[in-house]
């Protein structure tokens, strides 16, 4: 059974800094992207980040590229997306996808919220 976890969220403020983590069992997870997405409230859910199965490539949206990061250990079975400076605009829920192919598993999600 192939199982994503998001885990990380939570409340911050505006400046702060969260890390999301993302693992996933069940798979062969050194051969998946792995993908970071958001959706907030009244919003579509929309890409933030994407990483190659190995990490030598990685992707992030223009919106978000001069704060947030993405990477991954595999070793770990693990992605993460460090968010820095963060803004109210970031609230949202996180969610993982891992993808490979026509085969893609998604996470229930993580809540970020920014918020003085």
């Known amino acids: 059974q192939v199982q994503v976890v998001e885990s990380g969220g939570g409340l911050v403020q505006p400046g702060g800094s969260l890390r999301l983590s993302c693992t996933a069992s069940?798979?062969?997870?050194?051969?998946?992207?792995m993908n970071w997405y958001r959706q907030a409230p009244g919003r579509e859910r929309e890409l933030v980040a994407s990483?190659?199965?190995?990490?030598?490539?990685?992707n992030v949206a223009d919106s978000v590229k001069e704060r947030f990061t993405i990477f991954r250990d595999n070793a770990k079975n693990a992605a993460y997306l460090q968010m820095n400076n963060l803004k109210p605009d970031d609230t949202a829920v996180y969610y993982c996808?891992?993808?490979?192919?026509?085969?893609?598993?998604w996470g229930q999600g993580t809540q970020v919220t920014v918020s003085s």
């Open positions: 069940g798979v062969t997870f050194s051969a998946y992207t």
């Open positions: 996808k891992a993808l490979r192919g026509s085969r893609n598993y």
């Open positions: 990483i190659s199965p190995s990490g030598g490539a990685t």
